[in-house]
């Protein structure tokens, strides 16, 4: 009953936190729904085995980008299937994140179609610290990675995204 009551307060303390990134991932309000609910099925089952080596919320923020991670390989497997890749970009992004400030639809689409199309590393690290607001000490926990990497990582994402738009 224990693990219970402690998943209860993990879920009512992390949930919108998953909710929000997992829609700056997956940019579908339905889809960030089911990333939730799916993240949460994982920490309750994994919560025993949770070790404290690094907090409840970068552990969870690793659960939740490795899932939406894996939800965009999917869909894309799936796309290619019936597109070619050119069609393979997500073609509606419907959402409205509270991250996200932008008056314009349209602008916030084609800013999350060429943050679509970053390297792996280089979106989780955008994402995390422009859309979610967390400092770049926590980023490089929750990507295993030093600071510098991060620092790094961002840097060549922004330049990118400069370039784009």
């Known amino acids: ?4 009551k402690q998943f209860l307060e993990i879920y009512n303390e992390f949930s919108q936190l998953v909710y929000n990134l997992s829609l700056s991932y997956l940019q579908n309000i339905e889809d960030s729904e089911e990333a939730t609910q799916d993240v949460f099925v994982k920490i309750h089952t994994k919560l025993e ?8 919320k970068t552990w969870i923020y ?6 939406c991670l894996d939800v965009i390989k999917s869909k894309n497997r799936k796309y290619r299937l019936f597109f ?30 060429e943050i679509n199309k970053l390297p792996e590393k280089q979106k989780t690290a955008l994402i995390l610290k422009t ?19 991060v ?12 370039e784009k738009l």
Not at 62 to 67: E, G, K, V
Not at 139 to 145: L, P
């Open 131 to 149: 859309i979610e607001g967390i400092p770049q000490k926590e980023i490089a926990t929750v990507m295993k990675m030093n600071e510098k990497a």
């Open 62 to 67: 690793r659960i939740t980008i490795n899932h």
């Open 84 to 113: 070619t890749r050119e069609n393979e970009d997500y073609d509606s992004i419907d959402f409205n994140h509270p991250g996200a400030k932008l008056e314009s639809k349209e602008e916030m689409e084609k800013i999350f179609r």
């Open 49 to 56: 085995g949770f070790n404290n080596k690094s907090s409840l």
């Open 1 to 4: 009953m224990k693990n219970e």
């Open 151 to 162: 620092e790094s990582l961002l840097t060549r994402a922004r330049k990118k995204l400069k």
